[in-house]
């Protein structure tokens, strides 16, 4: 007995000195996967972003998410120089943590290494792709950079390709060096990496001295860590772990979720058709039962926060009976509307996403149409997200989620409207045309543009908008730290304060 | 069925058949499990006809209605699903599809595999060495691989899931089979046999099918469960069989995530699965002491205590 | 002796190059990870450079040559995913695996035999019905369900264990007792079924008359003959172990290579997948041969 008291007291003992270990100014960060680099070319991927952008490797601008407004970072202030060329005022007094000073070679050798073909980096594919970047070192404090063809937010997209030292090698790197507050002090593969707090870092000092990321993939041990004291911040959770309101925030996450219809197929080449199902679908109904509450009805394409989301298209109504008189309008004018349209969803693409299509299968359904359910892992959806589609001579739609977080629609209207969009399934010279006029606006013609590209998407129904998601953050309550809409591509632990 | 076979069957057998009846009368537990896999069975036969529309029908505003309420209605006693679909009605339809997959699976795999298993146990030539070898090769190939494999280029229907897990069970069949088949074959009475000029065939399904059988099916009886378990691991990475089909495993996935929310989700299939396999193995475990002669007296002194 | 090992190198030999040559081109069949790495809205040409970076612009047999060659070299080629040598990757991850399995598989063994063999010296007794009852019940559950509430009830009610990871030893007590209880259900009652043949067989009949004690019966006579389908089973789980314990690794945070293995098959890492079978292969390959002389051992009038 008195051997088993002591066994409990020991384990208790234990249990409760494990948070006092980490804490002062240490924090735990559980991460829903593993990261498979550390290069900061990838950065864009979120859990490398949320462990390396602006902590350990900085940008030359960065976006604030709250008012869509560009800040300084390593630059500290450009101008436009006509001609697709942007000049550049770097920073003066920075290091990176190797010691070595920062200066225009950097950002040279960084933007080479970024879009080479020799490195396949997410960045340069996924901002850089489609356009021919030059350099001109100006003095060590100034570089000129030019994009053909002329990009209007060139600025903006420097908010997303991570400065590196310009005797990093062209080749993936497993010990990033950058100009930020944290270095990368330890990675142990599979198990956890930890940063440290640099002492020359060129801005003020943050609060956290080390933190450590930890990967687990289940759901539901993830949240179980920071009610076991085993993590102070876990930046995703499942909505259906958030019942504890003092840990537990919701965020505006930049994800949309749609359909996309595939216009070139009967019966989805009828807009009646498209119409009605826009119609078919009870989007409210959704609202806190398999999409959290907090979640918004979607009109098009980019999250509330972007340029020219502000446009007033107004959500389909739930009209089930207008949908069927649609439907039978368009079956008297010999449309096909008994065909088998196949509605195909990632597994795992967020969260009750099966449940959700197999909701939206009955709405579909119940006005009469025949839709047929194909849930499919990633690299199946790949291909029947991208062109050329999948599905090959049969109508079929595609359950997707979409991430703009960086503000401007120019990253998503092109690919998912244009004739030539990878993943558009539409084709309209109209849209094609406002597509490429507000490609190339600039100032404030450039939101009013969009609003007329988003507005024709909208007449054409063109897509199935369903949400702008939320995701859930648990964070410890000994931090000062509210998750925000970057939450999803990044974690400054700068921003992160104690109570 | 049972009415049928005793009105039709002459005297004898039909006193053959009260045997038998009283023999599993005499182990109350084998009885009860041979009651509840009638049950399901009859659920796995008749269910997908009778349920499919209660079993879809959703209400997203009762989604994960908890059990025990009767004001929902009686096929809402279990709860209602994540869409609010009566669970009940839902564990019943998907009793066909959890059957045909466990049960096709299983019956493949150990057909071919003890085949394969006799032929390399009592063979002393090439096929000896061959065999194993082929279990080797099937026990490293990864079965999720396997899976990924097969149902990127085929549907994930019930066929392919079939074929898939019957793979992939193969050498557990094989193996055991040939560990047996060797110890069995040296014994005295196969070797007399085998002295005496028996036909090969004779030997086999005479002498030494008779002694491996009852460790087949314990492990055939056991792997009905690992086969659903698997089934519900393949539907949750997304290579299994997908909604709106439903099975058991499939509904355990799926409640995955409300574990800790609403646990009657993946609880009830969770026990159907449980239940079931206990049901088979207390069943396989009677079978086997009533159809040994040296056994069954424990049965015999069981029944004429009881009545 | 000799002689059987040296056959059954070489047939294992060949029996892994003909499973090399199966994933190669299989797998393969099954897509390639180019519009996975790359971001959907990726240009053609950003493609075409990552297929050409990567070898996967040749024609299959060009690409399978030349992984042959390098294999002869001993490369394994690279991780796409995560930029590194494949073979690193994996050992990193099988040694993990391996750890666990045999703690495991150790534990199972021991407990599975004592406890079957018991059962089955007094079958239908109180004993042989609770343990066939609890190691059904075990054998049966979804391993998640055990493992979530273990976690809920040993991690966040008691404060006992923590949830996952890897450091302490208190951290592999969790994964250990979940992956424990399904090939426990399993072997316990193949011991059962197959020590109650060999206790109605002829010569534990003789050591009965003979006068030798229950015991020694059980444990000595009828055990080292019930064994051999025992080994069988145990070496069936243990290899299901190496090849990985996908839903406790993935729950625990434990690096191990049935996690590698699922990621790369998903995301078509060509070079980790033949890497991790290579490895786990030649591991139970081992295994079965080391299986095949205990059978022989156990049994002397078996002989290859």
């Not at chain 1, 350099?135 to 053909?148: C, E, F, N, Q, R």
């Not at chain 1, 940063?195 to 041990?221: C, I, S």
């Amino acid at each position: 007995m008195n051997c088993r008291a002591t066994l409990l007291g020991g384990a208790t003992l234990l249990a409760l000195s494990a948070p006092a270990f980490a804490a002062d100014t240490d924090v735990i960060i559980a991460l829903n996967e593993e990261l498979e680099t550390v290069e900061p070319c990838m950065a864009s991927q979120s859990n490398i972003g949320r462990v390396i952008l602006q902590n350990i490797s900085e940008t030359l601008t960065e976006l604030n998410t709250e008012d869509g407004s560009l800040m300084p970072r390593l630059a500290e202030s450009w101008e436009d120089m006509g001609n697709g060329t942007w000049r550049f005022h770097l920073r003066p007094g920075v290091s990176f943590s190797d010691g070595s000073a920062f200066d225009a070679a950097d950002v040279k050798h960084s933007i080479e290494r970024t879009v080479s073909p020799d490195l396949t980096c997410e960045i340069g594919a996924k901002f850089f792709g489609g356009m021919t970047l030059t350099t001109a070192v100006v003095d060590d404090a100034t570089i000129d950079i030019t994009s053909d063809p002329a990009q209007p937010i060139l600025p903006l997209l420097f908010s997303t390709l991570t400065i590196v030292p310009s005797e990093t090698p062209m080749e993936f790197t497993r010990q990033p060096i950058g100009t930020g507050p944290y270095v990368l002090s330890e990675w142990n593969a599979g198990q956890n990496i930890i940063l440290d707090r640099r002492d020359d870092y060129w801005g003020e000092a943050p609060v956290v001295t080390k933190a450590t990321y930890l990967f687990r993939t289940d759901d539901a041990v993830r949240a179980a860590m920071v009610p076991a004291g085993e993590a102070d911040i876990v930046p995703l959770i499942n909505q259906n772990d958030a019942t504890n309101p003092a840990t537990d925030f919701a965020y505006p996450n930049s994800e949309t979720t749609y359909l996309r219809l595939d216009s070139s197929k009967a019966p989805l080449n009828d807009i009646r058709i498209r119409e009605a199902m826009n119609l078919a679908v009870d989007r409210e109904a959704f609202l806190g039962t398999l999409v959290p509450a907090d979640a918004t009805l979607a009109t098009h394409m980019t999250p509330p926060t972007a340029l020219g989301a502000d446009v007033d298209l107004g959500v389909p109504p739930y009209d089930p009976d207008r949908a069927r008189a649609l439907i039978e309008e368009a079956k008297a004018a010999g449309v096909p509307v008994d065909t088998e349209i196949t509605l195909i969803g990632r597994l795992g693409n967020y969260p009750n996403v099966t449940e959700v299509l197999e909701a939206l299968q009955q709405m579909f359904a119940d006005v009469g149409l025949n839709v047929k359910l194909e849930m499919v892992e990633v690299a199946e959806w790949v291909e029947h997200y991208s062109k050329p589609f999948a599905a090959g001579d049969k109508p079929a739609m595609v359950s997707a989620m979409h991430d703009n977080n960086r503000g401007d629609p120019v990253f998503s209207m092109y690919f998912k409207y244009a004739c030539d969009g990878l993943q558009s399934g539409i084709c309209d010279e109209e849209l094609d045309k406002l597509i490429a006029d507000a490609t190339a606006a600039t100032g404030d013609a450039r939101a009013e543009a969009w609003r007329a590209a988003f507005q024709k998407a909208h007449d054409l129904w063109a897509d199935i908008f369903l949400f702008h998601m939320v995701g859930f953050s648990r964070v410890s309550e000994r931090l000062d730290f509210k998750p925000t809409i970057a939450t999803n591509s990044e974690l400054q632990l700068s921003q992160i304060k104690f109570k | 069925m049972t009415q049928a076979t005793e009105s039709a069957a002459p005297e004898k057998e039909r006193s053959g058949f009260r045997t038998w009846l009283s023999l599993l009368w005499a182990d109350k537990l084998a009885f009860f499990a041979a009651v509840f896999l009638l049950i399901v069975l009859l659920c796995a036969i008749l269910g997908p006809w009778l349920l499919d529309g209660v079993a879809t029908k959703q209400n997203l505003r009762g989604r994960n209605a908890p059990p025990f309420d009767l004001s929902r209605g009686f096929m809402m006693i279990l709860g209602g699903d994540q869409l609010g679909r009566p669970l009940l009605a839902r564990l019943i339809v998907a009793a066909g599809n959890t059957m045909a997959v466990a049960a096709g699976a299983v019956m493949l795999a150990m057909l071919i595999g003890s085949t394969l298993g006799l032929i390399a146990g009592y063979s002393r030539g090439r096929m000896a060495e061959l065999i194993p070898r082929l279990a080797d090769v099937i026990m490293s190939f990864p079965s999720l691989l396997l899976a990924v494999i097969v149902l990127y280029m085929l549907d994930p229907s019930v066929g392919n899931i079939i074929l898939v897990l019957a793979i992939t069970r193969i050498p557990v069949y094989l193996r055991t089979t040939r560990a047996e088949v060797l110890e069995v074959r040296e014994r005295m009475f196969v070797q007399a046999a085998t002295v005496m000029g028996a036909p090969t065939r004779r030997i086999i399904f005479r002498h030494i099918l008779p002694m491996i059988l009852p460790t087949i099916l314990t492990i055939a009886t056991l792997d009905f469960s690992f086969v659903m378990l698997a089934e519900s691991s393949l539907s949750f990475l997304g290579i299994g069989i997908q909604p709106p089909e439903i099975t058991w495993g499939l509904m355990v996935s799926q409640g995955r995530p409300y574990l800790t929310s609403a646990w009657w989700l993946s609880f009830w299939p969770g026990l159907a699965i449980i239940l079931t396999t206990l049901s088979l193995n207390l069943l396989s475990n009677w079978m086997r002491v009533a159809l040994d002669p040296t056994q069954r007296w424990r049965l015999e002194i069981g029944a004429r205590k009881h009545g | 002796m000799k002689k059987f090992l040296f056959k059954r190198a070489i047939s294992s030999a060949i029996s892994l190059l003909l499973l090399i040559v199966a994933v190669f081109f299989l797998s393969r069949l099954t897509g390639d990870p180019t519009d996975l790495y790359l971001p959907v809205d990726a240009s053609q040409e950003a493609r075409d450079n990552f297929r050409a970076i990567n070898g996967l612009d040749q024609p299959l047999i060009v690409q399978f040559g030349r992984y042959v060659w390098d294999v002869l070299h001993l490369d394994f080629g690279d991780s796409i995913r995560r930029a590194r040598p494949a073979l690193e990757v994996v050992i990193e991850a099988f040694a993990w695996t391996l750890q666990l399995a045999l703690i495991t598989m150790f534990l199972v063994s021991l407990a599975a035999i004592i406890l079957g063999s018991l059962a089955a010296f007094k079958v239908g007794g109180f004993f042989d019905r609770i343990a066939t009852f609890f190691s059904l019940i075990g054998a049966a559950a979804p391993d998640f369900w055990v493992a979530i509430v273990a976690i809920v009830i040993f991690s966040l009610g008691l404060g006992w264990l923590p949830t996952s990871g890897t450091g302490t030893p208190l951290h592999w007590i969790l994964p250990i007792a979940v992956l424990f209880i399904r090939p426990f259900g399993l072997i316990l009652q193949v011991v059962r079924g197959s020590m109650i043949n060999a206790l109605s067989s002829a010569y534990v009949k003789t050591a009965r008359a003979k006068g030798v004690t229950p015991k020694k019966q059980v444990f000595v006579h009828a055990l080292r003959n019930g064994m051999l389908p025992v080994i069988t089973v145990i070496g069936d789980q243990a290899a299901g172990m190496l090849n990985g314990a996908v839903i406790v690794e993935t729950i625990f945070g434990f690096p191990g290579v049935g996690k590698l293995m699922i990621d790369s098959i998903l995301q078509r890492d060509f070079s980790v997948i033949l890497a991790a079978i290579m490895v786990t292969a030649i591991a139970i390959f081992l295994m079965n041969i080391l299986i095949d002389l205990a059978y022989a051992a156990l049994d002397p009038r078996i002989r290859y």
